[in-house]
């Protein structure tokens, strides 16, 4: 079912805009998950992954790993993460590009426009009225039966 029509639904037109993304779009695709505890903290569920947040990997090799991000390369779609390292033939040791939807962030690097962004973020989903049931919503279901 498509919902908008300025937006095309092919899978062709959706992986070119995709791969040939200007860095500022970019920055908003490679957004990661919160915490468990900054998400009750924010009432926020993911925000854009920034330089010297604290994250935690959830999936692959690394799977358990926690560092600090040292770099967010944008142009192949990674993040290199502190400890997360191995090492070349030649003996120098290269950063390992982790994927930004493979961690949960666990500390943020907060700034004022950081906040501004969090404020916002929670101040939409509250207008939209996301989030958890009101008392008579949870009546109402109870009596579906």
């Keep these: 079912m ?4 300025a937006v095309s639904s092919s899978r062709r037109k ?7 993304a200007p860095s500022s779009e970019r920055r908003k695709l490679m957004s990661a998950p919160l ?7 924010y009432q926020v569920r993911a925000v854009p992954v920034r330089k010297d947040d604290e994250v935690q990997v959830v999936r692959g090799t690394y799977k358990g790993r926690e560092g600090k991000i040292v770099q967010v390369y944008r142009r192949k779609w990674v993040i290199h993460i502190e400890r997360i390292t191995r090492e070349k033939v030649n003996g120098a040791t290269v950063n390992v590009g982790v994927d ?11 700034d004022k426009d950081r906040k501004a962004l969090l404020d916002r973020k929670h101040k939409s989903a509250a ?13 109402a279901m109870s009596n579906v039966d």
Excluded: C, M, W, Y
């Design 100 to 110: 930004p939807s493979k961690v949960v962030i666990t500390k943020l690097k907060i």
């Design 35 to 41: 915490s468990a505890e900054l998400r009750n903290k």
């Design 2 to 5: 498509k919902f908008s029509t």
């Design 127 to 139: 207008d939209k009225g996301k989030g958890k049931f009101t008392e008579q919503e949870v009546q």
């Design 14 to 20: 959706s992986r070119k805009a995709h791969f040939s």
